[in-house]
T-cell receptor, first 114, second 112 residues
Framework: DAGVTQSPTHLIKTRGQQVTLRCSPKSGHDTVSWYQQALGQGPQFIFQ???????QRGNFPDRFSGHQFPNYSSELNVNALLLGDSALYLC?????????????FGPGTRLLVL | RKEVEQDPGPFNVPEGATVAFNCTYSNSASQSFFWYRQDCRKEPKLLMSVYSSGNEDGRFTAQLNRASQYISLLIRDSKLSDSATYLCVVNILTGTASKLTFGTGTRLQVTL
């Protein structure tokens, strides 16, 4: 049973560019959440997708957008990259059942903006 | 005030020691609670869920006090392999939407 997968593993971009990160959820999961983790900090919630719609969003600007596909996989897009966007981007998948939910994380994409 | 607060450490303990981590959260609407473990440059991995009645998994014991909005993790008989950052996490469910809020993590270094 494959866990959560993410691609690419590493990425280097320059300021002003755009980036797309990809995530495939764990088998049986229908919900994908994205997090940004800066060095020395805990992950910060960006947004969550379910049934191809964004259903909750954290305090991130509109430069951060996403998409979920019918097969539950997801993309995170960041436009007009800033140096401060350099971080580990984590995808987590889950399935809500009986009012309980546990999120499982992928290995992350390490983004460096120069 | 941060939504989830943890002592960042580091906690340096010898093998075999018992170590306790504490965490407080500010949102009383928080509904489920977890400890995740994160190794250097790796993703967070679920260590255990935390229940009001307290729960144990081998050498690990987690406690939750909803009235005080306080969560703890106790590690007994520490192993070198326990060295990692331990993240306190709360989840707020709103209908079918959920949001995990993480503390900054507490770093543990177990030494010989």
């Amino acid at each position: 049973d494959a866990g959560v997968t993410q691609s690419p593993t590493h990425l280097i971009k320059t300021r002003g560019q755009q980036v797309t990160l990809r995530c495939s959820p764990k088998s049986g999961h229908d919900t994908v959440s994205w997090y940004q983790q800066a060095l020395g900090q805990g992950p910060q919630f960006i947004f969550q997708y379910y049934e191809e719609e964004e259903r909750q969003r954290g305090n991130f600007p509109d430069r951060f957008s996403g998409h979920q596909f019918p097969n539950y996989s997801s993309e995170l897009n960041v436009n007009a990259l800033l140096l401060g966007d350099s971080a580990l981007y984590l995808c987590a998948s889950s399935r809500l059942a009986g009012g309980k939910e546990t999120q499982y994380f992928g290995p992350g994409t390490r983004l460096l903006v120069l | 005030r941060k939504e989830v607060e943890q002592d960042p450490g580091p906690f340096n303990v010898p093998e075999g020691a018992t170590v306790a981590f504490n965490c407080t959260y500010s949102n009383s609407a928080s509904q489920s609670f977890f400890w995740y473990r994160q190794d250097c440059r790796k993703e967070p991995k679920l260590l255990m869920s935390v229940y009001s009645s307290g729960n144990e998994d081998g050498r690990f014991t987690a406690q939750l006090n909803r009235a005080s909005q306080y969560i703890s993790l106790l590690i007994r008989d520490s192993k070198l392999s326990d060295s990692a950052t331990y993240l306190c996490v709360v989840n707020i469910l709103t209908g079918t939407a959920s949001k995990l809020t993480f503390g900054t993590g507490t770093r543990l270094q177990v030494t010989l």
